[in-house]
């Protein structure tokens, strides 16, 4: 370990930036572990640091990417998440105004063969004349908020973890071989 200690901070350029410590450790572990008994293809070791750190510098930004969402928490067993909020405030005003008026006459006779057509030949007159208005108003505000929240599957749990499976990858490892692929000789 510590010869792979003193080697990265001879061969690394300070200018790669990885995505975080642990990335970098763990591609330049894999890659001296990868690689401890190959022969490298230039005649210079200060022409190979040159190529290795060219290497990385190409990839580098593809696989912190790829680095990056290997660490993403993800339910494996949902195919689907529905989110929505809704918020807002409504004002209301109403108003109103009635008149009326009411002329009422009551006759009432207690003898049924007189029909009179003159009211001075009942026995009872009643006579009921009003009028009344009235005036309404309102007004209300009325504040409302809404969450709505969905998820599940819509296909077998089984076929979500097989593609769950099928999307799992070794991104120090490929990051490892990609960069070694034009570093060493190939003797076949």
Known sequence: MERIEKARSKMLYNTN????EEFRNAFFQQFCVDNMMREIEYETTEYFILKFNQNVSRWLPVYNKLYETSLLELDKLKSYSRESARTGDRETNASGKSTSESNNKNVFD?????RLTNTDYATTITVDEGSGSGTTSSNGKEVYSENYAES?????????ILKYRETLMDVVGQFSDTVSRTLFLKIY
């Open 17 to 20: 930036k990885f995505f975080n």
């Open 110 to 114: 207690d003898t049924p063969e007189n």
């Open 152 to 160: 599940g599957y819509n296909v077998p749990q089984a076929e979500l």
